[in-house]
C-alpha cells in the first residue's frame, strides 16, 4: 500500500564507492523528483522526471545520474561517492510537472552515510 | 539574494492554545505556496496548498494565509494537541521547483 517507496532506507558506504537508491510510485502519476536534506535539515531538489523524460536539473554534480526506466520508477546512482554526499535522500511524486501546483508526495527518505 | 525564513527556534505551545508559524521570502514572486509537516525519520507529508490570489486557507484545525505585499505566510494551528508536534515546512513555487524553508520544530507540551 505504500504510495511512494525507496531503497535501501540506510545505506552506509566507503569513500570512492558507487552506490545505487531506488524510487517507486504506485500513485499513477507522471512526475516524480529527487531531494537532498542535508544536516541542517535543508531539503533542495536535486531533479525531476516527467514521464521519464528529465525536466529539471540543478546544479548537481554529474556524480549524480537519475534514472527513470518507467514513469513509476526513478532510480539515482551515485558515482565516486564524497563526505559531502552524506545525507538523506527524498523520492517524492506528483500527478503533473511544475506550475500546475500540485502536492506532492514524498517517500521515507534514503539516509546515506559515506565514511 | 532569495532567501526563505522560517523561525529555526522550536516553538513551545502548552496543548489547546494556537500554534503560529511564520514564512517569510524574499525574492520570489511564487503563484502558490505549500506547507509540509515532517516527523523525524520520515518525509514531508503534504498539508495546504494557498494560491497568490488567496488570502487564507482552512482544512480542519489549520488555517494558512498568504500576504504577497508582505511576502509572507502564516500557518495556524487552533487546539493544537501533542500530536501536532513536529518540524512544518514551506515550500514556494519558483519556475516550475518547489522551494522549501528549512522548517520550524513545533513542540505542543500537555
Known amino acids: 500500500d505504500t504510495a511512494v517507496s525507496q531503497t535501501p532506507k540506510y545505506l552506509v558506504t566507503q569513500m570512492g564507492n558507487d552506490k545505487s537508491i531506488k524510487c517507486e510510485q504506485n500513485l499513477g502519476h507522471d512526475t516524480m523528483y529527487w531531494y537532498k536534506q542535508d544536516s541542517k535539515k535543508f531539503l533542495k531538489i536535486m531533479f525531476s522526471?516527467?514521464?521519464?523524460?528529465?525536466?529539471i536539473n540543478e546544479t548537481v554534480p554529474n556524480r549524480f545520474s537519475p534514472k527513470s526506466p518507467d514513469k513509476a520508477h526513478l532510480n539515482l546512482h551515485i558515482n565516486s561517492l564524497e563526505l559531502g554526499d552524506s545525507a538523506v535522500y527524498f523520492c517524492?511524486?506528483?500527478?503533473?510537472?511544475?506550475?500546475?501546483?500540485?502536492?506532492?508526495?514524498f517517500g521515507p527518505g534514503t539516509r546515506l552515510t559515506v565514511l | 539574494s532569495q532567501k526563505i525564513e522560517q523561525n529555526s527556534e522550536a516553538l513551545n505551545i502548552q496543548e489547546g492554545k494556537t500554534a503560529t508559524l511564520t514564512c517569510n521570502y524574499t525574492n520570489y514572486s511564487p503563484a502558490y505556496l505549500q506547507w509540509y509537516r515532517q516527523d523525524p525519520g520520515r518525509g514531508p507529508v503534504f498539508l495546504l496548498l494557498i494560491r497568490e490570489n488567496e488570502k487564507e486557507k482552512r482544512k480542519e484545525r489549520l488555517k494558512v494565509t498568504f500576504d504577497t505585499t508582505l511576502k509572507q505566510s502564516l500557518f495556524h494551528i487552533t487546539a493544537s494537541q501533542p500530536a501536532d508536534s513536529a518540524t512544518y515546512l514551506c515550500a514556494l513555487e519558483n519556475t516550475d521547483k518547489l522551494i522549501f524553508g528549512t522548517g520550524t520544530r513545533l513542540q505542543v507540551f500537555p
Open positions: 522526471y516527467n514521464n521519464k523524460e528529465l525536466i
Open positions: 517524492a511524486s506528483s500527478l503533473l510537472a511544475g506550475a500546475n501546483n500540485n502536492e506532492q508526495f
